[in-house]
């Protein structure tokens, strides 16, 4: 498969913890990178590799893998976290990228 | 710091080649180790990666785009562009211009530029 799948939606409630999930057969390979979008702003990669943050991002978010599964977790939500989230990887040939269509993440 | 910036025509009439540059600050695109990128995302929608070009080095495009897209750079300038030939309005989207790396995906955007095809 040459796609990566996301839920559309997700909810939680302010200060709790959430899971955004990515699933494709790349993914069984090669490691996913995470972005956050918010309306009008560009995406902000805010995970990479195995679990890594680039400078700047709070440590609320860490990132998992398992077989043909990657997650995105954020431990105690705030408010300034609700965002689009969308997941990249490379596909099976490791030239080409694929990306998740994307999971809205609201907070209560 | 790293910046990138998108420029080019906001409005493209249909059947014509929409031509983009994105101009680099902060790094040289000859250093290597990256690789330049350009992304797009249709209106209130996700995101679809076009293509790579590494400097000195291949590139490669998304097979929906290959016969289409042409992605080229010019270290000199330290910009890297993009041509898209034959638009139709499903090529109506936000272009983004992106830093990327292998171990990493991609950590520098460009504000995005949206792009308009018109008939």
């Known amino acids: 498969s040459s796609e990566l799948t996301q839920d559309p939606a997700v909810s939680v409630a302010l200060g709790h913890t959430v899971r955004i999930t990515c699933q494709g057969d790349s993914l069984r390979k090669y490691f996913a990178s995470w972005y956050q979008q918010k309306p009008g702003q560009a995406p902000l990669l805010v995970l990479y590799?195995?679990?890594n943050r680039p400078s700047g991002i709070p440590d609320r978010f860490s990132a998992s893998s398992s077989g043909n599964t990657a997650s995105l977790t954020i431990t105690g939500a705030q408010a300034e976290d609700e965002a689009d989230y969308y997941c990249?990887?490379?596909?099976?040939?490791?030239?080409?990228?694929?990306f998740g269509g994307g999971t809205r993440m609201t907070v209560l | 710091q790293v910046q990138l910036q998108e420029s080019g025509p906001g409005l493209v009439k249909s059947s014509q080649t929409l031509s983009l540059t994105c101009t680099v600050s902060?790094?040289?695109?000859?250093?290597?180790?990256?690789?330049w990128s350009w992304i797009r995302q249709y209106p209130g929608k996700g995101l679809e990666w076009i293509g790579n070009?590494?400097?000195?080095?291949?590139?490669y495009h998304t097979s929906s785009l290959k016969s289409r897209v042409s992605i080229s750079l010019d270290a000199s300038k330290n910009q890297f562009s993009l041509k898209l030939s034959s638009v139709t309005a499903a090529d109506t989207a936000i272009y983004y211009c992106?830093?990327?790396?292998?171990?990493?995906?991609?950590?520098?955007w460009g504000q995005g530029t949206p792009v308009t095809v018109s008939s």
């Open positions: 992106a830093r990327g790396r292998t171990s990493t995906g991609f950590d520098y």
């Open positions: 590799g195995n679990d």
């Open positions: 070009m590494f400097h000195n080095g291949p590139t």
């Open positions: 990249t990887s490379r596909d099976n040939s490791g030239n080409h990228w694929l």
């Open positions: 902060g790094y040289s695109i000859s250093s290597g180790g990256y690789f």
